[in-house]
């Protein structure tokens, strides 16, 4: 048996190609590369790119540089064993360069008299004349067809393997099994997306290539065309079998679930619209619009209301809760903390005062009695409205729940979604959140979601008036503080974690998103606190709040500062979700390099609830870098949320929010999510035609891309029985 005959396929250990052996092929599953298909999958980082042929009077020192050229004189300057000199002239029209070798003496047997070649290096000036010492030389053919020197791939690489022994195992993988690869685009679509992307004016010289062509091409691309074309095709095919996934998805969950359909009335919408003391805003009138449709069908609602902090997102969220009490089901509104689950309740509970419905509250500081009374009263149906924590009200049992609305959203994790079904029916779904939705993340992890957004804010709102702190601005800046509280104005302090010997709390709320490393440049809100209370702020009452007390605790600081009990709330980030202290007027956010530009956004909401202006002082603690600088500028610059996020999903990546770890998505291999926003348009375009035409992709054209799918996304999309 010869070696040729043995096949290679994707799955063949990376041990048994040509080249590699058992000790390097433990070095490379050291970097996850098992198998030949795995190398064959290693994507370069980045690629080394030759410079261009230049001409000898456009040389700078030290700047590398190519030419093309004949060599009109090669000699062996020294021939002593260990110091052997050989040199060589390679002229042009442009001039002549002189090339230099110390003890490679065999270069004189190739670089001979009226070859054609180019060569490559730093050049320096010797003299007059310009010198490249040990360029890279490449022999061009007779025919004077001048050759690129090619595009090197650069892989991510393991201790003990060198870039040049990665592309020799590489293209051992590509020789053996490129053709063998299985295209799961056809070439139709292939030439529908070319023309789409293109229309996208995406830079696409050449058409998408077949598979084959673009896995070797993106290993070692023939030009720039050449490359982009491949890393194209690879884009878009990982795209597109995501949005294919999700636009099964979204098919499935109107077929496969049935609701209870509770419609939009007239008659409904003005009793309650009636309640609402003020005029709606115009997109709190068009998302209205959008809920009352999706509960009008008998599949299940699924749809993200997404707007900055006050922008009126609970008041369409009461819009939903009542259309489904006003069609005799009930509805639950779940929030992350307690905190914020009490003041939804309060809200309602003020906004319903005068009706007949009956809500309930369910949330961890309830006594036993109380909380089997409340699940009591849900069975039976003698509350109307639930409001309560996610963690508490998990697989209760109602009585015949219509609506679920999930507020803050982005505290859970998209995909972990609540199964809250009843009599055999799924609820429809309101989600609410605050971060604003990058657009690629919009289109990707919130793929199989509807999605509304408040750009409006509701008028009469307060400014807020964001200022970049330095150091020698402290003084001031409390100078000032100090002087809203003497007008009677509440005041809230940041800080970024909790100490660590902090005891954690037994509480059944979900403990926000605090920091509580221990690493010491950043003081702690118990430090802080202690500081305040000492010191500047000796004469002023001041509350300590963070996600380790517990609940009772909690409460009892938050409404001694919602009662003016409290004139400054120290905090962490647990008054990021939601609190609603119209009075409080100046925050000082402190160590904020570790906060995204999103959640400081969410963070200096809190002071924009009222009348009054709103006034922020960001400081960051330690060294501050200028790129920090530059990315907190941004947001003195805008008050637009979704400005914001785009800049925070740019400069620091999709993060824990959006994150594929948080959102239960796999990892893309090759596209990014900020840089392909086009593709990825495009794509999903194409995969929502292509299901519209074909829901179960079962043309047999389909198969091996159905295949893929089913691979990557078939159990974490739930898409089990479509295949
Ligand atoms: P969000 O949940 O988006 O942060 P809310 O729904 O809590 O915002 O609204 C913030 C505040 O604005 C609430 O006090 C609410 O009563 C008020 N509000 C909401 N919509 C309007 C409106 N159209 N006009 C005036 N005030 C409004
Ligand atoms: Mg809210």
Known sequence: MTENSIETTLGTPAKFLPGIGSLRAEKLAKIGLRTAGDLLFCFPRSYEFPAPPARVDQLREGQSASLVGTIVDAEIVSRTPGKSIFGAVV????????????????????????????????????GLRWEFVHPKVTLLEDDGEIKKPRILPIYPLTEGVKQNEMRHYVNAAIDG?????????????????????????????????????????????????????????????????????????????TTDLRSTPLPASAMLDARIINRFPFELTGDQKAAMKDVGRDMGRQFPMNRLLQGDVG?????????????????????????????????HFQTLTRMLADSRVRIGLLCGSLTAAERRETLRKTASGEIDLLVGTQALLYGIEFKNLGLCVIDEQHKFGVRQRVQLRSGGVDPHYLVMSATPIPRSVAMTIFGDVDLTTLREKPPGRGSVNTYLGRDEWRDRWWTFVKKQLDE????????????????????????????????????????????????????????????????????????????????????????????????????????????????????????????HAGHVCVFTDGEQSPEEFERLKVL?????????AEADFKMRGPGDVFGSRQSGMPPLRIADLMNDIDVLQVAREIAQQTIDEDPELSDPKWDALKKQLMRRYGKRLDLGDVA
């Open 177 to 253: 099994l490129c053709e063998t690869l299985t295209e799961v685009l056809p070439v139709d679509l292939r030439d529908q997306a070319t023309a789409a992307l293109r229309a996208a004016e995406i830079d696409l010289r050449l058409p998408l290539p077949d598979i084959c062509t673009a896995v070797r091409s993106i290993h070692w691309p023939a030009d720039q065309n050449d490359l982009a074309a491949a890393r194209t095709r690879l884009v878009f095919q990982e795209l597109l079998v995501m949005q294919l996934a999700l636009a099964m998805r979204r098919r499935k969950l």
């Open 311 to 343: 922008s009126g997102k609970t008041v369409v969220a009461i819009y939903a809760m009542m259309l489904a009490v006003g069609h005799s089901h009930q509805a639950v509104l779940m929030a992350p903390t307690e905190v914020l689950a009490r003041q």
């Open 636 to 644: 003195e610059s805008t008050s637009d949320g979704f400005e914001l």
């Open 488 to 611: 009677g104005r509440q005041a809230f302090i940041v800080a970024p974690r909790v100490s660590a010997q902090a005891s954690p709390t037994q509480d059944d709320v979900e403990v926000p998103d605090e920091d509580s490393a221990t690493d010491e440049d950043v003081s702690s809100v118990e430090t802080v606190y202690e500081e305040l209370r000492t010191g500047t702020l000796a004469k002023y009452q001041v509350g300590l709040l963070h996600g380790r007390l517990s609940s009772d605790e909690k409460r009892a600081v938050m409404e001694a500062f919602a009662d003016g009990e409290t004139d400054v709330l120290v905090s962490t980030t647990v008054i990021e979700v939601g609190i609603d202290v119209p009075n409080a007027t100046v925050m000082t956010i402190l160590g904020a390099q570790r906060f995204g530009l999103a959640q400081l956004h969410q963070l200096r909401g809190r002071v924009s609830r009222g009348t």
């Open 91 to 126: 002229q042009n029209d442009s001039g002549a360069v002189r090339i230099v070798f110390f003890n490679q003496p065999f270069r004189a047997e190739q670089i001979t008299f009226d070859r054609r070649v180019m060569i490559s290096g730093e050049p320096k000036l010797n």
